[in-house]
């Protein structure tokens, strides 16, 4: 086998001889304005007088390169503090406007505008925003050929509305929120979008193809930002955390207390520290059905220290869980770009056990990037506890080449090194990815090896270790077939995984169609798999139905069925088993939300033999938005298992992201036979970002 030096080389060598993507065929210039807006969602500020509106959307879904069924106008402007952009977008059935007044984030059935920032204009990663018709924002960092995370919130003020032919949006992003590069005038890559969800359409400026699958690299260039403040800035979130426990006769950290700190040491580098870490989540995660799952969930990170920046640590292979840090005492992050070198360091120390014996773990990671959409980097991991002695080690490189507008190969290779009471060991683990994404087709086969021994301590790297993996991942698209249907995918997946004699010991084949209409989505899969555990041989076939409708502006639904066979893991047998999943969502008013999920599985020993297991989890939430910024929330879920019942109520008042007031109260298993002021908790959260 190639070595993964000489490896490298090939690849860096085929990536020469690729031509390079040509330079942005559409350039905006936008203009300075002396006259600050006021953002209520009401056009009539001297700012957007004067300035020529954007109006060249296009289609890009359902179908490509025709012009919307709705007119949108954009205007765009700047000043010494910050980008202003508002919106205008026309609507033939105004009382059809899918929109809610929530909670940040919580858009995605709504009617949508969109746009991004591509602040060092290298079309492999930008600022994505999304703001419903109410003026409610969602957020995220994209990066090419990797993933986008939701963790990242900008302080954005937005405000939305409803008129009489259709809806308009005020948005002001402070440049203090994004990076940038330290120039005079600054040059972006930027596009902006309009989703109108109960007709399935999607239209964009400037205009896009599906032939090329890096949508960055299609994005305007727009020039004419000068004399921003790029240079430091500094800001503090400081929390506390007060809290009753009637069950807890020590009155366990009835009072807690810590603070981010960020500075900016330039326009693109940030340093953050934390004591006493924000955890940032106030009520549980729901129950899931895991009766037949072999894994554990990997969990969302809500907590600022490690949000910030998170992209910079990402990789092909999961090498970074920062949630199996979970008790962090004090921690120091830089994070940023130097040139063409993207850099993080981050050091924390964990009291994860409570007992004094701290964990330290220490990241470095070094990207570089390589002509115009490529990139290679270093990425080096310890974890080290100096009181018994033990330390886990990780090295890696990895690489992710743009081969042509529809070819990419990613590949990694890491070294692992452990000492602990049985000694020191260690071992090598890579991956190879190579995708080819056209108009309609795509093509992915992938190749993965990461011995039983490969030990990642800070990563998520259980589901992969112990084989060598082969796969291929095949689909096709049909675009707008039928007037009434916007897309038909047929989809196949095969892949096999080998034991280092071998031999064949896992496998798994899968087919499924999925079809999407204006209000409809719908899927049909089959599968077969073989897995390999507890040194047996486990086969079962399945079948699974997908269901999601929104019939009208106040209602969507989801269904999905599952039935075939399915693994017991705990004694390792194959049953036959059917799963249901229903969730609900209403909004009769405006400000008011219920949503309800139902799942339920049945597992028996064979088919049409004995139950073996039978659970039902109920999850239910009922929401109201009081204003833009505050909110209250209810939230009961059962879970006939264990006949466990938890409920929760919770006042927020969210002034902007980070700055925040929680007051709340939680009910935990008060259906035991334990009185219920025993299992209540009842708490207030305070924490407000400071930009200095």
């Known amino acids: 086998m190639r070595s993964p030096s000489s490896t490298y080389l090939l690849l860096v060598f085929v990536l020469l001889l690729c031509p390079k993507p040509e330079a942005k065929e559409v350039v905006a210039t936008i203009t300075r304005t002396e006259h600050k807006p006021v953002i209520d969602a009401v056009l009539d500020d001297l700012t957007w007088a004067d300035i ?176 921003v403040k790029t240079g430091s800035h500094f800001a503090l979130l400081p929390y506390v955390f007060s809290s009753y426990n009637g069950g807890s006769s020590e009155q366990d950290r009835p009072f807690d207390l810590g603070i981010d700190l960020r500075y900016g040491i330039t326009s693109n580098l940030m340093m953050d520290l934390t004591l006493n870490a924000d955890y940032s989540q106030i009520e549980a995660d729901p129950d899931e059905i895991e009766l037949t799952e072999r894994y554990g969930q990997e969990l969302r990170e809500k907590r600022p220290f490690f949000t910030e920046g998170t992209d910079v640590f990402t990789s092909n292979q999961t090498l970074l869980y920062s949630r199996i840090i979970s008790n962090p005492l004090i921690g120091l992050k830089f994070t940023g770009k130097i040139g063409k070198y993207r850099v993080g360091l981050l050091s924390v120390a964990d009291d994860a056990s409570n007992n004094g014996s701290e964990d330290y773990y220490s990241v470095l990671r070094v990207r570089r990037d390589v002509l115009e959409e490529s990139s290679v980097g270093v990425l080096a991991l310890n974890k080290d506890n100096f009181q018994d ?114 031999e064949l010991k896992e496998d798994h084949f899968s087919v499924s169609a999925e079809a999407s209409l204006d209000r409809i989505w719908t899927k049909f899969e089959f599968s077969k798999n073989h897995e390999w555990y507890n040194e047996q041989d486990l086969r079962y076939s399945e079948f699974e139905y997908e269901l999601w409708n929104t019939p009208v502006r106040y209602m969507e639904h989801y269904l999905s069925v599952i039935w075939g066979g399915a693994i017991e893991y705990e004694e390792s047998f194959v049953g036959w088993c059917y799963q249901v999943e229903y969730d609900i969502t209403l909004k009769p008013l405006s400000r008011v939300v219920y949503n309800m999920n139902f799942a339920r599985e049945d597992l028996y020993h ?65 259906a035991t036979g334990k009185r219920v002021a025993d299992n209540l908790e009842a708490f207030v959260k305070i924490g407000y970002l400071w930009r200095l």
Not at 121 to 147: C, H, K, M, T
Not at 212 to 217: K, T
Not at 618 to 628: D, E, N, P
Not at 640 to 655: I, P, Q, T, V
């Open 389 to 502: 002695g033990t330390h886990n080690r990780i090295v890696s490189v990895d690489g992710n080449f743009r081969l042509s507008d529809i070819y990419s190969l990613k590949s990694q290779v890491t070294r692992t090194m452990t000492k602990d009471s049985t000694g020191t060991y260690g071992e090598t683990g890579y991956n190879l990815n190579l995708e080819r994404l056209g108009a309609n087709l795509y093509n992915g086969i992938w190749y993965n090896d990461f011995p039983e021994g490969f030990d990642a301590q800070t990563g998520y790297m259980w589901p992969l270790l112990g084989y060598r993996e082969i796969g291929t991942h095949d689909a096709i698209f049909f675009r707008k077939p039928f007037e009434w249907i916007d897309q038909i995918e047929l989809h196949g997946e095969l892949n096999g995984r080998f034991n280092y004699e071998d």
């Open 52 to 227: 020529e509106p954007i109006t060249g959307f296009m289609q890009y879904v359902p179908v490509e390169g025709v012009a919307p069924s709705e007119s949108t106008e954009l205007y765009i402007a700047y000043d010494d503090d910050n980008f202003y952009l508002a919106f205008k977008c026309y609507d033939s059935e105004v009382s059809e406007i899918r929109a809610t007044m929530a909670q940040r984030e919580e858009v995605d059935n709504d009617d949508v505008v969109g746009f991004a920032f591509d602040t060092y204009n290298s079309e492999r990663e930008a600022f994505l925003f999304n703001v419903n018709p109410y003026g409610i924002v969602s957020d995220f960092i994209w990066q090419l050929g990797r993933w986008g995370d939701p963790g990242w919130d900008a302080d954005v003020r937005s405000r939305g509305r409803i008129v009489e032919d259709g809806y308009c949006i005020e948005i002001a992003v402070p440049f203090k929120a994004l990076r940038m590069p330290a120039k005079e005038e600054q040059e972006w890559g930027f596009y902006a979008l309009r989703s109108i969800k109960r007709k399935g359409e999607m239209a964009i400026w400037p205009p896009r193809t599906h032939k090329i699958s890096n949508l960055q690299a299609q994005a305007a260039l727009l020039k004419g930002i000068k004399g």
């Open 606 to 670: 064979e088919y049409r033999g004995k139950r073996h297991t039978l659970q039902n989890v109920v999850w239910t939430k009922l929401s109201y938005q009081i204003v833009q910024n505050a909110f209250l929330r209810g939230i009961y879920q059962y879970n006939d298992l264990d006949k466990r019942s938890d409920a929760s109520l919770l006042f927020g008042y969210e002034y902007r992201p980070l700055s925040n007031i929680y007051v709340g109260m939680n009910l935990n298993d008060f």
